[in-house]
């Protein structure tokens, strides 16, 4: 087997590993598209494990996401990357210590796109460690959701332009991501809360959560108008779906759905 090939093998295990969400919309991905969404993916999960690691200290963070952000800029050195984590090799994920490995098996007339919505992200995630994630008004929510998950959208739109000329609007994009977002800050609202942070606004209850999480799925909704290739429609119709049906199930008092619903929301979309 190829260097390359293997790479794939092990990214989409990686995926497997790493994402309930994404890992089944990925795998059903025609073979060019899948590798490259499952490259991006991983992009932004490594930066992500660092932004979300209970053993790492703010300042620590924010170095370590900045002086990441910086060397997705140019062309990606792996040597430099694995001196700056070196000291953090034991605690870090095995997803982010492979970064420079995701990027690799990104086709090459992407993954400047991919590199840099991935270092947007990194320094955003910087901007709010220093913070210390304290959101105050709707507008921090909408910032820290489009630096956390709006960027996926952006990030996927870039990715289906490239792959068939797809055109999709931006700001529905960034709205898809936030919609995710908000449905797992309501689904982690307690689990937060225990480990002393907050991602809803002063003032708001968690009606306005759900509000805030509906407004952003029914811009997912506008967004997925403008595609029109299956293949996308699939992958994004899953994660929609599934999202929609745990605000319910959080309405109803339920933290989560169920295996099942999921494989049956996921056959249902297969099937339609």
Request: hydrophobic share 35%; glycine share 4%; net charge negative.
């Amino acid at each position: 087997m190829s260097e390359s090939r293997k790479l794939q093998k092990e990214a989409m295990h990686m995926l497997k590993l790493t994402s309930r969400t994404f890992y089944i919309p990925i795998s059903l991905l025609k073979p060019n598209l899948k590798k490259t969404v499952a490259s991006a993916y991983l992009c932004m999960r490594a930066v992500d494990e660092i932004e979300d690691h209970e053993e790492l200290d703010s300042e620590t963070k924010q170095r370590l996401l900045r002086s990441t952000s910086e060397l997705l800029k140019s062309d990606f050195d792996q040597q430099a990357y694995r001196e700056l984590l070196k000291a953090y090799e034991s605690l870090l994920p095995e997803v982010t210590l492979r970064l420079g490995d995701w990027i690799s098996i990104c086709p090459p007339d992407i993954v400047e796109e991919v590199k840099k919505s991935t270092g947007i992200m990194a320094d955003g995630m910087a901007k709010w460690a220093e913070k210390d994630w304290h959101i105050k008004t709707k507008e921090d929510l909408d910032d820290y959701t489009y630096y956390v998950a709006g960027l996926v959208g952006v990030m996927l739109s870039d990715i289906w332009r490239w792959y068939d000329g797809t055109e999709t609007d931006y700001d529905l994009a960034i709205g898809y991501g936030r919609g995710l977002q908000a449905v797992n800050i309501l689904r982690n609202q307690g689990e937060d809360s225990e480990r002393g942070v907050n991602f809803v606004p002063n003032g708001w209850n968690r009606d306005d959560m759900f509000q805030y999480t509906e407004n952003n799925l029914a811009k997912a909704d506008e967004y997925m108008k403008d595609i029109h290739t299956r293949n996308i429609q699939l992958f994004c119709q899953i994660p929609l779906a599934l999202a929609k049906r745990t605000v319910k199930a959080l309405k109803e008092g339920r933290e989560k759905i169920s295996r099942n619903e999921v494989e049956t929301i996921v056959e249902d979309i297969r099937n339609d």
